[in-house]
C-alpha cells in the first residue's frame, strides 16, 4: 500500500527531538516495516536524528506579508488584526494551510506516487488533509494526540479562536476514523464531533521494542559516568511546570539524605532546568546528580540503561491527556516506574508488578515508592523483567497496524 503521511505543523520538526517527532518517525518508520511505501509530507524537517525510511516531501510555510493580508481579507478581518502578533501567528497558519492542497498534489505529481492512504497528524488551523484526501478519492486516518485548541489557548495564546475550532471541527469531520492517544483526547474528540462521526479508536504510544531493550551498554555507561554501583534514579522529558521537576528535586533531596549512595540523572531540556539544576546547588547535590541537557532521541537507550528505575512526577491537573513517550520507553528498556497516578498512567504501569503509581503531589508518597525500590534491587529487577514483557505488546507495527485497519483503501474500481 502507498500510505502518505502529512505533519502539517510548523512546530513539529520530524528529525528533531521533541516527543511528536519521534512519535511521526516511528509511526511511518513502522508503517515502512510492515511492508507500505510511505510518503512524509511536513512543514518542518529539523535535524538531529536519522530520517525514517519514507520519501519526505517538504513544505516550509511561506512569510510574504502580502498572503497575510489577502488572507485577513478573505476572512472578513480589519487590516488592523496584522498589529497583532498572535493574530499574525494565527493568519500566517490559515495561510499556509490554504496553499497546502495544491502544493501536497503537485508533490506528489512530480513523485509519480498516488497515494491510496492518508494518515494525518492532527494540526490546529489545518484541514488541507481533508482537501487532498477528496481530491484523491481516498481514505483519510487523523492522529489526534492533544486537545489542540485547548493547549493553545491556555499556553500559547490564541487571537482567532473561532476559525481555530471551525478548522478543528472540520478536520475531525473529514476523517474516515480518528486514533485518539488517549480516554481523555478521544472524549475531547467526541465533544466536537456531537452526534454521528466517524469511529474513535484510543491508541497510546508505542515503543521501538528494537531499540529500547534492557541493559544496552549498561557497563559502558555506567562507567563512563563514574556511577559504579550506586543505586540511579532516571528522569526523561522536558523541564516544564506540569512535567513535576520541581517536585522531583524535592524528592531527591529526601532521597539523598536517606540513601547517600543514591544518584540522579535527568535528561531533557526546558524552561525549569536551570532552576532546577540550581535547587539541586543548593542542597548540595551537584555532585550527585547528571544533567546532560537534551539527548538526541536515538541515544536515550543507552542512557536508561544507566538506570535502574526511572520516575514520572507529574504534577495534580485536570483531564491529563498524555500518553508519555518516556513511560513505554522505560518499561520496555526494563526499568520499572515510578509514576503520578494520572490519566491513562494508571493502565500503563502496573503497581507492584512494572512499578509503582502515587497520588499527583504527594511528597512522601513518591519518596517511598521510590526508596522502595532502590533499597530492593531484586524487586526492582524482577518488576524491569515484567516491565519488558508488558511493553510487548505496545510495540509500533502493532499500533501502526491497528491504526491503519481502522479505515483501509477503497477497493480499486473493477
Not at 512494572?354 to 532502590?374: E, M
Request: charged fraction near 20%; charge should be neutral.
Amino acid at each position: 500500500m502507498k500510505l502518505l503521511y502529512l505533519c502539517l505543523d510548523r512546530g513539529i520538526p520530524v528529525l528533531g527531538d521533541k516527543g511528536a517527532s519521534v512519535h511521526v518517525r516511528a509511526f511511518t518508520a513502522a508503517a515502512a516495516a510492515l511492508g507500505h511505501e510511505v510518503t512524509l509530507a511536513c512543514a518542518s524537517t529539523g535535524a538531529g536524528n536519522p530520517p525514517p525510511p519514507a520519501r519526505l516531501i517538504a513544505l516550509p510555510p511561506a512569510s510574504d506579508p502580502a498572503l497575510l493580508e489577502a488572507e485577513a481579507a478573505a476572512r472578513g478581518h480589519d487590516p488592523a488584526v496584522l498589529e497583532d502578533p498572535t493574530a499574525r501567528r494565527d493568519l500566517a497558519k490559515l495561510a499556509h494551510d490554504r496553499a497546502l492542497p495544491r502544493q501536497i498534489l503537485a508533490a506528489l505529481d512530480r513523485a509519480g506516487v498516488r497515494p491510496d492512504l492518508i494518515c494525518e497528524r492532527h494540526a490546529l488551523f489545518h484541514t488541507a488533509g481533508v482537501a487532498v484526501a477528496r481530491a484523491l478519492g481516498v481514505r483519510r486516518i487523523l492522529e489526534v494526540n492533544a486537545p489542540l485548541l485547548d493547549e493553545q489557548r491556555r499556553y500559547r495564546g490564541l487571537a482567532l479562536e473561532a476559525e481555530a475550532a471551525a478548522a478543528e471541527a472540520a478536520s475531525y469531520r473529514g476523517a474516515d476514523a480518528v486514533v485518539a492517544v488517549s480516554a481523555a483526547v478521544a472524549a475531547q474528540v467526541r465533544r466536537v464531533l456531537g452526534g454521528a462521526h466517524p469511529p474513535v479508536a484510543v491508541l497510546q504510544n508505542g515503543v521501538d521494542l528494537d531499540r529500547f531493550r534492557p541493559d544496552t551498554r549498561r557497563a559502558e555507561m555506567r562507567a563512563m559516568l563514574g556511577l559504579g554501583n550506586a543505586p540511579t534514579l532516571g528522569f526523561f522529558g522536558s523541564f516544564k511546570p506540569w512535567h513535576g521537576v520541581g517536585f522531583l528535586a524535592e524528592v531527591f533531596a529526601d532521597i539523598a539524605a536517606a540513601r547517600p549512595d543514591a544518584r540522579l540523572i535527568a535528561v531533557g531540556e526546558g524552561p525549569e532546568h536551570a532552576a532546577f539544576a540550581a535547587r539541586l546547588a543548593a542542597d548540595g547535590l551537584s555532585g550527585r546528580a547528571i544533567l546532560p541537557g537534551r539527548v538526541a532521541h536515538h541515544e536515550i537507550p543507552d542512557w536508561l540503561a544507566a538506570t535502574d528505575l526511572t520516575v514520572a512526577p507529574y504534577l495534580p491537573q485536570p483531564d491529563f491527556y498524555f500518553s508519555p513517550l518516556k513511560v513505554v520507553e522505560s518499561l520496555a528498556a526494563g526499568r520499572p516506574v515510578v509514576a503520578a497516578a494520572l490519566g491513562g498512567l494508571g493502565q500503563m504501569i502496573v503497581p507492584g508488578e512494572t512499578g509503582q503509581v502515587f497520588t499527583p503531589g504527594d511528597h512522601a508518597a513518591c519518596r517511598a515508592a521510590l526508596l522502595d525500590l532502590l533499597d530492593n534491587p531484586e524487586r526492582r529487577a524482577a518488576m524491569g523483567r515484567a516491565a519488558r514483557a508488558a511493553a510487548a505488546g505496545w510495540g509500533w507495527d502493532r499500533v501502526v497496524a491497528r491504526a491503519l485497519a481502522l479505515a483501509p483503501p477503497r477497493a480499486a474500481a473493477a
